[in-house]
């Protein structure tokens, strides 16, 4: 009655029968969920406070649908694709199965002879009688099945049921003979948890995917990932995010990576690696094979300590197409390591993210060698950095030589019209550009109508991005001298080499 008096004020059509129904689904739903944080790990909760909980549930469910002009979400149930490889995907509102909910959820894995071979439970939470019913399916399905997605499925859970549940499921996935992918991510596993998936870790022996994203992954975490995993040599992508690692932990990872010849796609961001982890990442994927495509080592303290190895990493790595680096305080000294050493391999480089890095204008030089002449590169970030005009100027060189770029990032750079207008005659000639942000700089709206000038007399007015957010100060027109007077560093060969 509420649902429907709630609808009817808004004016919304909805007829009774679909009111009938969302009402039994939401109420299924808070139930559920005051059922699961009833129970804490020194007892249960007051009734009142589980009542409230209830209510509170109730009531968040039927003015979504209220808002969202009367849909809503049905019970978990499975998204089916045909024709003899079905996909099995929970992936939608929270909610807290029981083992009723997952059976109808299940209903498709748990037909005989189902040939389902990818599964997403992520978004549902698991208790210890949902996961029973989860396990059974997948151990129905453990022939055909090649990818499972089990991220975020503890949620609101107590810690002993949450690693029950994971115990479960993993035991169940290590029957699973033919598993390539495996995401744990956004479980809140900690070094308890990485056990507790122990089974699904150890009898893999095909896998080649492993996502350990937003998990906790502390320096004990990372041991017993490194433990646990030990057939790797299929291994061709493994991400590690916002976790905390520390140098410790990160050289745990690497011991994996050393003995994965396979690995393409390497992530470890956000993860408070320093100098020591970072140059021991490097030298195990260095050392393991040549077939990195990817590597995101972002938001790391690593300081341009890992420069050096790090450098030896790239230059090893012909098939390497994506380097993200922001936020590693490389500095200029260790950005123009990396930067040469780009500039000398790295053909096929088409991502270069060296964003909140400390580059000054005399680490520009290295950074427009690296970019010139790269054919494929079509991304280039170096947002927040401290270029000044004398640094854009000369990255700017590099950016007209790179025929493939679409996305350029100057923003938070101190920049003022000499600088802004002379990243915009960069770009004029680059045929397939689709933006050029230059917010976030100093530049006076007189400099701001020149480069709006520049770009629309070469048909690039289009990829211009907002400009809204430059505080204005005064321009300074560059004295093309002092462009010139920086330490060399055996630059200037080089810069003459690739025709800037």
Not at 85 to 99: C, K, N, P, Q, Y
Not at 186 to 208: I, M, Y
Not at 452 to 466: D, N, Y
Request: overall charge negative; glycine content about 8%; some cysteine.
């Amino acid at each position: 009655a509420n649902l429907f008096c709630l609808a009817f004020t808004k004016g919304l059509p909805i007829t009774d029968d679909v009111v009938l129904d969302a009402a039994c689904t939401f109420e299924r739903r808070a139930y559920t969920a005051a059922t699961v944080s009833s129970n804490v790990t020194t007892g249960s909760r007051p009734a009142a406070e589980t009542t409230l909980g209830y209510a509170r549930k109730l009531a968040e469910l039927m003015i979504e649908m209220v808002k969202s002009g009367g849909k809503y979400e049905p019970d978990a149930s499975a998204a089916i694709s045909g024709a003899g490889a079905e996909v099995v995907d929970l992936m939608g509102s929270r909610d807290f199965l029981t083992s009723e909910s997952t059976e109808a959820a299940l209903r498709t894995m748990l037909t005989p002879g189902s040939q389902v071979s990818k599964v997403r439970f992520s978004s549902k939470s698991f208790g210890r009688d949902a996961a029973t019913v989860a396990a059974k399916a997948l151990t129905n399905v453990s022939k055909t099945i090649s990818i499972a997605d089990i991220s975020d499925i503890i949620a609101g859970r107590p810690e002993d049921e949450a690693l029950d549940s994971l115990r479960i499921i993993s035991a169940a996935l290590a029957q699973a003979t033919h598993l390539k992918e495996l995401n744990l991510s956004d479980n809140a596993l900690g070094e308890k948890g990485v056990r507790a998936c122990s089974e699904a870790l150890t009898k893999q022996t095909c896998l080649e995917s492993l996502s350990l994203q937003n998990v906790g992954c502390s320096i004990f975490a990372c041991k017993a990932v490194a433990e646990l995993l030990t057939a790797s040599q299929h291994l061709r992508q493994l991400h590690l995010f916002n976790n905390m690692s520390d140098n410790e932990g990160a050289m745990h990872i690497a011991s994996i990576l050393a003995r994965s010849p396979c690995m393409q796609d390497f992530r470890m961001a956000s993860s408070r690696v320093g100098p020591q982890g970072g140059s021991a990442l490097a030298q195990a994927l260095g050392g393991a094979g040549n077939s990195l495509v990817r590597l995101d080592i972002s938001d790391n303290p690593m300081t341009e300590g890992v420069a050096p190895a790090l450098a030896a990493l790239v230059r090893s790595q012909p098939q390497i197409k994506a380097l993200n680096l922001n936020d590693t305080s490389l500095t200029d000294k260790g950005a123009t390591a990396v930067a040469l050493a780009i500039a000398e391999s790295a053909p096929k480089l088409e991502e270069l993210e060296m964003a909140l890095n400390e580059i000054t204008p005399q680490g520009a030089r290295a950074v427009a060698v690296a970019v010139a002449n790269k054919q494929h590169l079509w991304k280039l970030n170096l947002r927040e950095n401290e270029l000044e005009d004398r640094g854009a100027v000369i990255i700017s060189k590099g950016i007209a030589k790179a025929p493939a770029l679409r996305h350029i990032d100057l923003c938070g750079n101190q920049l003022k019209r000499v600088g802004a207008v002379a990243a915009a005659k960069g770009v004029a000639g680059l045929a397939g550009l689709q933006l050029l942000a230059l917010d976030e700089n100093m530049v006076s709206e007189a400099g701001l109508d020149e480069v709006r000038q520049v770009m629309s007399q070469a048909g690039k007015a289009a990829a211009l991005g907002p400009l809204e957010e430059n505080m204005e100060e005064s321009d300074e027109e560059l004295d093309e001298e002092e462009e010139e007077e920086q330490e060399d560093s055996g630059l200037s060969a080089l810069f003459a080499k690739a025709g800037l």
